[in-house]
């Protein structure tokens, strides 16, 4: 299996910027793409952001031009790079890591979806 865990969670005012951070451990050799996704008081979770093992990157329209993620795959983490923060991006931030389809890890674990426990964000307006 895979293990996630996030950090860089924390209070921040509107127009400012936080780092979050996402590291993996276990089966990372069976991790394919990576992302972030949040959820919001009385909200459903939504997806922020996403990149792929090759580097591409894809953003949600409301974070387009403000976030920024990458990844290491070296050290089997992913982070997400948020500026000009607004009250609006104030959730829960889960990472997110998606099991790849080879033989190997689908015999390994059924999982096609793996979570992180989650680290708050809040921006004060």
């Known amino acids: 299996q895979v293990q996630l865990v996030e950090s860089g969670g924390g209070l921040v005012q509107a127009g400012g910027s936080l780092r979050l951070s996402c590291a993996a451990s276990?089966?990372?050799?069976?991790?394919?793409?990576m992302g972030w996704y949040r959820q919001a008081p009385g909200k459903e979770r939504e997806f922020v952001a996403r990149i792929t093992s090759g580097g591409s990157t894809y953003y949600a329209d409301s974070v387009k031009g403000r976030f920024a993620i990458s990844r290491d795959n070296a050290k089997s983490t992913v982070n997400l790079q948020m500026a000009k923060m607004e009250p609006e991006d104030t959730a829960v931030y889960y990472c997110?890591?998606?099991?790849?389809?080879?033989?190997?890890?689908?015999?390994?674990?059924?999982?096609?979806?793996?979570w992180g426990q989650g680290t708050q964000v809040t921006v004060s307006s």
């Open positions: 997110n890591a998606r099991r790849t389809s080879q033989t190997m890890c689908r015999l390994r674990d059924l999982t096609l979806n793996y």
């Open positions: 276990g089966d990372t050799n069976c991790i394919s793409d």
